[in-house]
Structure formats: C-alpha cells, structure tokens
C-alpha cells in the first residue's frame, strides 16, 4: 500500500510525530507536501535519474522531501548531519546532486559546503522562520507554497543513493538501477522488509536513529507504506527512549548495540517502572553485539529481538531471532538473501570456524557511483560475488559469526589480531562505558595492541585501573590479543548510528610513522 491510499482513508492519522518537539504530522498533510515537493522537483526541470542532496536533522522535511523524490524518479543522498563543510561538499559533488536541501538548523556548514559545489542549481533551506533565507538560498516552505498538492502527471518510482560511512576512507555512492514502476506499485521488498523486521500494517514504529543512514530510512519509508504512526527521536536519550514505548504504545523499533548498551546502564528503578509491555519486535544491526549485551537485553525486553547482518550496499542479508540466537550466541544467523561465502586471501573456500572475508553470491546488484575500480575491487566471479570487507566464521550448522572489519585487523609480529573480541570482553567490566582496540606503532612487532576506553565514572581513570583492565583481559583471552597500554578519554568518536570511527582514533597514534593501515 501506499502513503496515497492511507491519507485517503484515514487523512487524520499521525503520519510522524517528533519526539521531543511533539510536532505531528498526519497522512494527508504528509501526502500534500510530498506531492508539492515532487511538483517543485519538476518545476526545476529534474527528471528521472537525476540526483538530489539532503543535509539535516532529523525533522519531518526530512522525510516530505524524500516523498518527493520518490514521487519523481529522483535519487536522494541523505548526507550524514554531523560532517564538517568539505566532507558535505564531497558528497554532493560526487553524488551530481543538482539541487541541495538543508535547516536553518545546519546553516553555517550548509553554506561553507554549498559554497565549494558550483554544480548546484538550486539551494533550499527549512525551519528558517520570519527570518530571511542566506543568500543565494531560497526558503523551501515559501517554494512549496505555490506548488499543487496534487501528484504530478508522470510519476515514477525514485530511490535512496546512500553513502558508505566514510570510516576508513572515502565514503562511496552506492547506485542501483531504479525500478520501472510507479510510486503507488507493490514493491517485492516490502514482504521480505516485513517478514525480516517484524513490520505489520498500523504499528507504531519508533525510530531512534539518523534519518540520513540508510536502516533507518528504509525502515521509516516501509512503515509508512504500512499506513503506521512513526516516532521519530531528535537523538537517542536511553531513558526517553523507555517513555516514548509507553506514551505511544510503541510496538517495533530498530537499534543498534550501543543503545541497548544504554539502556541496561539505566538504573533498576528506572527500567523497573517503565511500561514496555507493546513492544513487539526490536531489530538490531550495524554492529557486532557483545554476547552479554544481548542476553541481557532479551532477558529483560523478552524473545522479541532480531538482528540482521547486511550493509548499505545490501549484497546480501543474514537473519536470526531471538530463539535460535540463545542456542547460537554470538551469531547473526544464516543467509536469507544471497549464497554465504567465506573466502581466505587467496580466493580458498575456508573450512568451517575459520576466518575469512564475507561474500555473498548472487544477491542484489549495485556499484559504486562514478566508481569503477572500486566497484571492481568489491567483485569476484565474473561480478556476481561481492564484499564490504567484513571478516568471520560459520559454524557446522551455517551460521555466520562475525569477527569483525578487515580494516581494523592489527599485525603484530607477524600475527594477526581482530579486535572486536578483545573489545566486547572489555565492554563487560563494569568500568567501561565504551571501548576501542586498535594498533599502534611498536619498533619491535610493528603495531602493538592498545584499548582507548571511555569510563563510566571519569573521576576512576588512572595506572591502577589501567592495570585492572589488563589483567582483566590477560585472565580471559590469549596475551597476544591483550592490550599493551590503555588510553582513558572522555568520548569515542562514534556516529549518532553506533559505528565506530577507529579511523580517527589511530591518526593520532600512527602521525610520523609509515603504515599501511586507512
């Protein structure tokens, strides 16, 4: 089903309802400005194929627009809300964005970027009020204005071309070839999204992550298909996030480990009162979740929890729920799209348990815009098997464990060390809040293992805890996945999604020293 159809039949229905502002959006206002925008797309002679940019918080112009593109045959770049001006440049250049749309809300780095794509055609900007739009931008709510809220003559179905996360290098287009089909046509995605995410026709979804990354769109974008009331949370906050499952009777929810992270360092009091009684599903993904993390996640929240292993490059999918991961822990279940290949540095198949690169055969097609060799890089056999890179295991039965990123592997003295492990046991000492592994520069082994962690109490930092943690590491794991040293910071540079940008974290350490390591 399609937005059209609910807003004719239930017009009055919350659509998207902020979080902490409470703005609501209804069916029929969401279908009207979606229309105008695809009418303003039209009007500024944008056909099918051609390419927009958003740049914002999360806010329900966000979405109009989006509904827009999808009315018109447009490819949409979200662009992350958090990069700095030349990064937003990058991506709209790289992306031949002909139009940019941005808030009042990211104004100074929306015009510093603006200001280095000379491509651009058009510059609109939301939320500026009675206030007048920078110059050389219009305001988008007097350019919808004018526009019908009716749809335009020749619609056709558009898409998301979102961007890698840039964690260790620059970020990548990911382009597939549009549907020939019109907005308002089933779309074959929607079963699998359903059956995969728990998603039902009028559920309440909340989503408490950035719009700009790309589970979080397709999920507010199915669920609105649906003809569901989305909740959409500015930024995650742990315990607002307990009271908006109770005030709106929440019933599906898409997270990352970081959050549920947050959510158990609540104190009992806190979880205890809280009514969570309606929550029907809760999808996990984008990271590897410590074991211990998801226990405790569903032994509090019940066997409601699915998690999926995919990319934004969607090459392939694996799915496990909540039942056959307690018999499996640790893993992100078996192939649902795509045949699952682990492969060695040479091609090999890799026996059982063993690590290697992720591959998957004959899943969904894409490439890399305007990029072939990467593209390239990503295929093998005749380009029907590709990979992101991602490293791990399947057992005897089949299912997938992942190890983590090849990026991240540390050599040190001629061997090879995959830090997730050594960070997920360190995320269970009750100090840690957050925690990083990565190489450093060692004269002798080349790169040596440090932990960069976040505490849960600052004040506790110091040798005496630094000690504690590796010796807490060296009772539980093989010394050569230990640490050597432990930096104590205030924050880790992560993204609001809960990646991890280790990237950052080791230009610091590896400034003056030759490496290979991006």
Not at 216 to 221: D, T
Request: charged share 20%; net charge negative.
């Amino acid at each position: 089903m399609f937005a059209r159809q609910h807003a004719m039949e239930h017009p009055g229905k919350p659509a998207i309802i902020m979080a902490a502002s409470g703005e609501t959006v209804s069916y029929s206002e969401y279908e009207s400005r979606a229309n105008q925008v695809a009418h303003l797309l039209r009007k500024a002679g944008l056909q099918r194929g051609d390419h927009i940019a958003i740049f914002m918080e999360n806010n329900p112009r966000m979405l109009e627009i989006e509904g827009g593109a999808e009315r018109t045959g447009l490819y949409y770049t979200m662009i992350n809300s958090y990069l700095a001006p030349d990064e937003v440049a990058y991506i709209v250049t790289n992306s031949q964005s002909r139009m940019l749309f941005s808030s009042a809300a990211k104004r100074d780095v929306a015009e510093a970027a603006a200001a280095k794509c000379p491509q651009l055609e058009r510059l609109l900007m939301t939320g500026t009020g009675t206030a007048a739009a920078p110059e050389g931008w219009e305001s988008y709510e007097a350019a919808i204005a004018g526009c019908p809220a009716d749809p335009v003559a020749d619609e056709s179905l558009g898409a998301a071309m979102l961007y890698s996360s840039g964690t260790t290098g620059q970020p990548k287009g990911v382009l597939r070839e549009l549907p020939a089909i019109s907005p308002g046509e089933a779309l074959p995605v929607m079963q699998f999204v359903s059956a995969m995410f728990g998603f039902r026709p009028g559920m309440t979804y909340l989503n408490p992550a950035p719009l700009y990354h790309s589970a979080p769109a397709a999920s507010v974008s199915a669920a609105l298909r649906l003809g569901a009331t989305v909740v959409v949370m500015e930024h995650f906050d742990a315990e607002q996030w307990l009271a908006l499952v109770e005030r709106h009777k929440v019933t599906n929810c898409q997270m990352v480990p970081v959050m549920f992270n947050r959510l158990l360092r609540l104190d009992d009091e806190t979880r205890a009162r809280s009514d969570t009684s309606s929550l029907e599903c809760i999808v996990h993904a984008a990271a590897p979740c410590p074991v211990h993390v998801k226990k405790a996640i569903i032994d509090w929240l019940g066997p409601i929890i699915t998690e999926y292993y995919g990319a934004t490059e969607a090459n392939g999918f694996t799915f496990c729920d909540s039942a056959t991961w307690l018999t499996h822990p640790g893993t992100v279940g078996r192939p649902i799209l795509g045949e699952l290949v682990i492969l060695d540095d040479e091609g090999n198949p890799c026996p059982t348990g063993e690590d290697g690169t992720i591959w998957f055969r004959g899943a969904t097609a894409f490439e890399y815009f305007d990029d072939p060799d990467k593209t390239a890089a990503s295929r093998r056999d005749g380009g029907v098997t590709s990979t992101v890179g991602d490293v791990g295991h399947v057992d005897a039965d089949g299912y997938l464990y992942l190890t983590d990123r090849k990026s991240y592997m540390i050599i040190s003295g001629g061997v090879n060390i995959y830090p997730q492990e050594t960070e997920n046991l360190l995320s269970g000492h009750p100090a840690v809040l957050d925690v990083a592994v990565i190489g450093v520069p060692n004269d002798d082994l080349g790169e040596e293992v440090k932990a960069v962690v976040q505490l849960a109490d600052p004040a506790a930092a110091g040798p005496e805890l630094a000690a504690e943690l590796m010796a807490y590491c060296r009772e539980r794991l093989t010394h050569f996945k230990c640490p050597r040293t432990i930096d104590f910071v205030p924050d880790l540079p992560r993204s609001p999604t809960g990646k991890l940008y280790k990237r950052f974290l080791r230009d610091a350490y590896w400034a003056g020293h030759q490496t290979s390591i991006v």
